[in-house]
């Protein structure tokens, strides 16, 4: 995996990892830490500008701005931004919300649990290779096991089939097309249940560990 794009973070001072799970179907291990300017904004600015990712996020903008509009996204305690990494190596970018506190209640039926979540694989070599998956797979693990929701949600822009069909199979269901004024975009509402998840997209091949923990079977 080293020298598609970034230099694994084992090296030097390992991250504190909100997240890790070793993926059994990719053979990869997933792991989620919290992003900082710090550490991320010249990769983050980098990755919002490349030509797969302008059309649906819309944050093309010039360094200065963009620090900005990340330290917004720093600021909202209803969101946090993360880096998601495969076998170390920051590849993705992931935002996990609080889905009442957010514009896209204003288009379902919201639970005060509900946990929504965004994504982008940044490096183009990553794409295309069947990452998004376990990635995501991750993601909605994480937002399920660090809270009491029984529902995660996503409202990806209606044009963007394969990330729509990632989220399909990862135990999303579509409950239809929207125009959701407030992102900008016709989106699809996709919802995923904590039982079925659990039950038909976890399974019984995945290793899971915890930032420092032992890992555990499932």
Same mark, same amino acid.
């Given at each position: 995996?080293?020298?598609?794009?970034?230099?694994?973070?084992?090296?030097?001072?390992?991250?504190?990892?909100?997240?890790?799970?070793?993926?059994?179907?990719?053979?990869?291990?997933?792991?989620?830490?919290? +992003?900082?300017?710090?550490?991320?904004? %010249?990769?983050?600015?980098?990755?919002?500008?490349?030509?797969?990712?302008?059309?649906?996020?819309?944050?093309?903008?010039?360094?200065?701005?963009?620090?900005?509009?990340?330290?917004?996204?720093?600021?909202?305690?209803?969101?946090?931004?993360?880096?998601?990494?495969?076998?170390?190596?920051?590849?993705?970018?992931?935002?996990?919300?609080?889905? +009442?506190?957010?514009?896209?209640?204003?288009?379902?039926?919201?639970?005060?649990?509900? %946990?929504?979540?965004?994504?982008?694989?940044?490096?183009?070599?990553?794409?295309?290779?069947?990452?998004?998956?376990?990635?995501?797979?991750?993601?909605?693990?994480?937002?399920?096991?660090?809270?009491? +929701?029984?529902?995660?949600?996503? =409202?990806?822009? +209606?044009?963007?089939?394969?990330?729509?069909?990632?989220?399909?199979?990862?135990?999303?269901?579509?409950?239809?097309?929207?125009?959701?004024?407030?992102?900008?975009?016709?989106?699809?509402?996709?919802?995923?249940? %904590?039982?079925?998840?659990?039950?038909?997209?976890?399974?019984?091949?995945?290793? =899971?560990?915890?930032?420092?923990?032992?890992?555990?079977?499932?």
């Amino acid at each position: 995996m080293r020298g598609e794009s970034e230099t694994s973070e084992t090296e030097g001072n390992r991250p504190c990892y909100d997240y890790r799970r070793y993926d059994a179907e990719a053979d990869r291990t997933v792991s989620f830490r919290p +992003a900082t300017p710090e550490r991320d904004l %010249r990769r983050l600015h980098a990755w919002l500008g490349s030509d797969h990712v302008k059309p649906y996020w819309q944050l093309d903008l010039s360094l200065d701005r963009f620090r900005e509009r990340f330290r917004e996204k720093l600021a909202d305690d209803h969101l946090t931004p993360y880096v998601g990494c495969l076998d170390h190596v920051p590849m993705s970018y992931w935002e996990c919300y609080r889905a +009442a506190d957010d514009s896209v209640a204003n288009h379902y039926d919201a639970d005060d649990a509900d %946990r929504g979540v965004h994504l982008l694989v940044g490096p183009e070599e990553y794409l295309g290779r069947g990452y998004a998956l376990p990635l995501l797979r991750g993601a909605v693990a994480m937002q399920f096991e660090m809270s009491e +929701a029984e529902r995660v949600v996503a =409202e990806p822009d +209606a044009r963007n089939d394969r990330a729509i069909r990632v989220f399909e199979r990862c135990g999303f269901e579509s409950e239809g097309e929207f125009r959701f004024d407030e992102a900008g975009k016709d989106a699809v509402l996709l919802v995923c249940d %904590r039982e079925r998840f659990e039950a038909e997209v976890l399974g019984d091949g995945a290793t =899971e560990t915890d930032a420092n923990g032992p890992e555990v079977r499932r």
